[in-house]
């Protein structure tokens, strides 16, 4: 079974940075993309960024465009979300997901870490 385990919320002012780190254990089949994705309370799973593990190809939410960058150790099968010039708006639970195709909907990815929580404060 593919495990995601995510690591690096906490507590950040506004206008601050965090790093977010996943990392991915168990079969390989099907978890070639890997994503960061969000929900805040009573709000719908919401899409960040996206890459893909042997490619490097990434995909980014225009809210994550220009502040987070996603990037990735192959060999480690690790995933980080660099976010910068955060706002109070950031403010969710960060989850983790892995998938064999590089989209947006979270309906493609098969498989999830628990999630961390990021808070930012203004």
């Known amino acids: 079974q593919v495990q995601l385990v995510e690591s690096g919320g906490g507590l950040a002012q506004a206008g601050g940075s965090l790093r977010l780190s996943c990392a991915a254990s168990?079969?390989?089949?099907?978890?070639?993309?890997m994503a960061w994705f969000r929900q805040a309370p009573g709000r719908e799973r919401e899409f960040v960024a996206a890459?893909?593990?042997?490619?490097?190809?990434?995909l980014y939410s225009d809210s994550a465009k220009g502040r987070f960058t996603i990037s990735r150790d192959s060999a480690k099968r690790t995933v980080y979300l660099q976010m910068n010039s955060l706002k109070p708006e950031d403010t969710a639970v960060y989850y983790c997901?892995?998938?064999?195709?590089?989209?947006?909907?979270?309906?493609?990815?098969?498989?999830w870490g628990q999630g961390t929580q990021v808070t930012v404060s203004s």
């Open positions: 890459i893909g593990i042997i490619s490097g190809s990434t």
């Open positions: 997901a892995a998938g064999s195709r590089i989209l947006r909907n979270p309906i493609n990815y098969n498989f």
């Open positions: 168990g079969p390989t089949f099907n978890t070639n993309i």
